[in-house]
């Protein structure tokens, strides 16, 4: 999650030089959520419809958002994020898209008063799970109302597990990737709470209205949660 002066996320996304080392360093940009985000892509692809507008919050370099673009040619994506310095980075990384993406500077507790279009698919990827659970339930009701009839939302982020698991899915990562850049060699940045469970993102979800939300895909701490509207 990234943030600008007066909101409530962390400072850190403020500083340029930490955004700019978190992004060289950041291995999540990479392969190792590929699936996951073409995944994404896969379910939209079954609705009857191709999405012809999808807004990505907290959407940092920009990825998840390029990856729905390349798989739905005709739609324009709606970057949002709360960071000037992502900014930079998205707009260079995004620029072959040209004015098929807009940029909005917001926070995520706050897009339901960003002026935001109607969208087919609202995405989000490693920025929720700095949220309360009430301010994770605000988040995907403001999603909801968004979204027209039959669209999308798609949450991959950071879960809580239990703590024997917790231990147990370090253990594992650090065994799978013993010669890659792991997210322990990011600079640190502040949790002010536990990341939502598994079943908080669920049970958020129901309660901001969404009747079918289903976690999709799952390896250690890192899930996708998605429903249709």
Same mark, same amino acid.
């Given at each position: ?111 339901? !008063?960003? +002026?935001? &279009?109607?969208?087919? #698919?609202?995405?989000?990827?490693? *920025?929720? /799970?700095?949220?309360?659970? $009430? @301010? ?53 940045? !502040?949790? +002010?709470? &536990?990341?939502?469970? #598994?079943?908080?993102?669920?049970? *958020?979800? /129901?309660?901001?209205?969404? $009747? @079918? ?17």
């Amino acid at each position: 999650m990234t943030d600008t002066p007066g909101t409530t996320i962390p400072g850190d996304w403020r500083n340029r030089d930490f955004v700019r080392l978190w992004h060289e360093k950041d291995d999540d940009i990479g392969d190792r959520l590929a699936f996951p985000r073409s995944l994404t892509a896969a379910v939209v692809a079954t609705g009857t419809t191709e999405p012809g507008v999808i807004v990505d919050i907290g959407s940092g370099p920009g990825l998840y958002l390029s990856v729905l673009l390349d798989a739905f040619p005709k739609a324009r994506g709606v970057w949002v994020d709360a960071s000037t310095p992502m900014l930079e980075i998205a707009q260079a990384r995004l620029g072959e898209y040209g004015d098929r993406i807009s940029y909005v500077i917001a926070d995520m507790r706050e897009i339901d !008063r960003a +002026d935001l &279009p109607e969208a087919d #698919v609202v995405v989000s990827s490693r *920025a929720a /799970h700095h949220l309360t659970y $009430a @301010e994770l339930v605000a988040f995907y009701r403001a999603s909801f109302a968004l979204l027209r009839s039959g669209g999308w939302i798609a949450n991959l982020d950071h879960t809580e597990p239990p703590a024997g698991w917790d231990a147990r899915y370090k253990l594992l990562r650090k065994k799978d990737r013993p010669s890659k850049k792991r997210s322990a060699d990011l600079p640190p940045h !502040r949790h +002010d709470h &536990p990341r939502p469970t #598994v079943t908080e993102n669920l049970s *958020a979800l /129901h309660e901001a209205g969404f $009747a @079918e939300p289903e976690l999709v895909w799952k390896a250690y701490h890192t899930c996708l949660f998605m429903a249709p509207k």
